[in-house]
């Protein structure tokens, strides 16, 4: 019920600023896969916005009850908060009942979702405790659990079960406009697999769950019951990294997306949050003897556990 009303005072406070905002996940996924917006349980509120309308967004917010989270740089022209805008995705706001994620890209990766003015063109609304609210279409929502699942390397039955949800209505392929990736029918694979096939599911369900090896089949029933009920941080340096590239690969992106990632990887935002120049270089050279540091003191902490 908290969610569910933070969520409708932020949304409210976009839409007065003439923001557009989506959101995602949690009780809106809740909501559009199982008109209950309660049934997926807790977590925090993740918010879509136009890349444009990023700055905007965070002040109003702000001015509506959500303070920055530290860690990360504030909006305005420093090198460390435009670094963070090209190379992130979302960053955290800190309220007095709940959180919230501030998107300005679906993913980390670019290029795996449509742009923003493209996702809002075909939203869906959706009634979280009788508030109207923006989310994405079936289509797009469907392909955003199947690859969230995926990225997750399917640990939480709960994603699985999105997956079939939305996989089972015949709403959300109508709306299709590009083949779902690799990791992506995978997830929708494993889903027919755990939950079994419907007659709304289309042939591509099939063929999916026929893709299912019964090594990784085995693999993700193990990690399901290994599998603690929070979400644990990785604590090897450099991991994220790999799985991004890992990702930027599913989705055939350029060279340029491996750096990008890279950059993303070497100067995180809380390596940056502190340095306010808008000097490019002396912020970096700043920015690098601090990562060092750390990351010899993780690897310390990796070897003696």
């Known amino acids: 019920m908290v969610l569910a009303a933070d969520l409708s005072v932020a ?15 949690g009780v809106a996924l809740s909501a559009q896969a199982y008109e209950d917006f309660a049934l997926r349980g807790a977590g925090d509120l993740d918010v879509l916005v136009d890349p444009k309308d ?7 917010l702000a001015s509506a ?40 890209h679906l993913v980390p990766t670019r290029g795996t979702f449509p742009d923003f ?8 609304d959706v009634h979280v405790d009788g508030h109207p609210t923006p989310t994405l279409s079936g289509y797009d929502a469907l392909a955003h659990s199947a690859g969230h699942a995926a990225k997750d390397r399917w640990r939480w039955m709960r994603s699985l079960l999105d997956v079939h949800v939305l996989a089972a209505r015949r709403n959300t392929w109508l709306s299709a406009d590009r083949r779902l990736r690799a990791d992506e029918l995978l997830s929708v694979g494993l889903a027919v697999r755990m939950f079994g096939r419907t007659s ?4 591509i ?18 990690d399901q019951v290994m599998t ?9 340096p450099g991991i994220n990294f790999l799985l991004g590239l890992r990702g930027a690969a599913r989705t055939g992106a350029s060279p ?22 808008t000097n490019a270089i002396s912020t970096v050279s700043s920015a690098l003897a601090k990562r060092v540091g750390d990351v010899i003191v993780r690897l310390r902490r990796s070897e003696g556990s």
Request: with cysteine; net charge positive; proline share 9%.
């Open 205 to 222: 369900a099939d063929k999916a769950a026929d893709a299912v090896g019964p090594e990784l089949w085995r693999h993700v029933c193990r």
């Open 54 to 60: 990023l700055e905007r967004a965070h002040r109003v």
């Open 11 to 25: 949304l409210t406070a976009l839409r007065d600023a003439a923001v557009r905002a989506l959101a995602f996940k």
């Open 228 to 236: 603690a009920p929070a979400h644990q941080p990785f604590a090897v």
């Open 256 to 277: 340029i997306e491996g750096a990008r990632l890279l950059s993303r990887s070497a100067l995180p935002p809380w390596v940056t949050a502190e340095f306010t120049s």
């Open 65 to 104: 009850g959500w303070a920055p989270a530290p860690g990360y740089p504030m909006p305005g022209p420093s090198w460390a908060w435009r670094h963070l805008v090209r190379t992130g995705n979302e960053l955290l706001l800190n309220g007095s009942s709940t959180d919230i994620d501030l998107h300005w």
């Open 117 to 124: 003015d493209t996702l809002w063109g075909r939203h869906q």
């Open 200 to 203: 709304t599911m289309p042939s």
